[in-house]
């Protein structure tokens, strides 16, 4: 059974950060391309950042590029978000999620979805 944890959500001041962590467990690790995706209620998911399996190249939305920096640690099965310079804008539910291609374009791509930890950015 596949299960990927997300942890490190919280409530932070504008400007600051957090390190969100993502647990996978029961799939090959090394062989999933992994992101992360945000969602506010009322509005779609947002893809937010994705780190190939293959290459190890990162891609990032516009919103958080420079901002946030995805990674992942193989021999964990864990990938993370480094959030940095957060506004409250960036409040949501973050997810983490997994998907066998090395170039997913859609969130349909994705095999595998953990349930989210919020974050929330205000003062």
């Known amino acids: 059974q596949v299960q990927l944890v997300e942890s490190g959500g919280g409530l932070v001041q504008p400007g600051g950060s957090l390190r969100l962590s993502c647990e996978a467990s029961g799939l090959r690790f090394s062989l999933y391309t992994m992101a992360w995706f945000r969602q506010v209620p009322g509005r779609e998911r947002e893809f937010l950042a994705s780190k190939s399996y293959r290459d190890g190249r990162s891609t990032y939305a516009d919103s958080v590029r420079g901002r946030f920096t995805i990674s992942r640690d193989n021999a964990k099965n864990t990938a993370y978000l480094q959030m940095d310079s957060l506004k409250p804008e960036d409040t949501a539910l973050y997810y983490c999620?997994?998907?066998?291609?090395?170039?997913?374009?859609?969130?349909?791509?994705?095999?595998?979805w953990g349930q989210g930890t919020q974050v929330t950015v205000s003062s």
């Open positions: 999620a997994a998907s066998g291609r090395d170039r997913p374009s859609y969130s349909s791509h994705y095999d595998y």
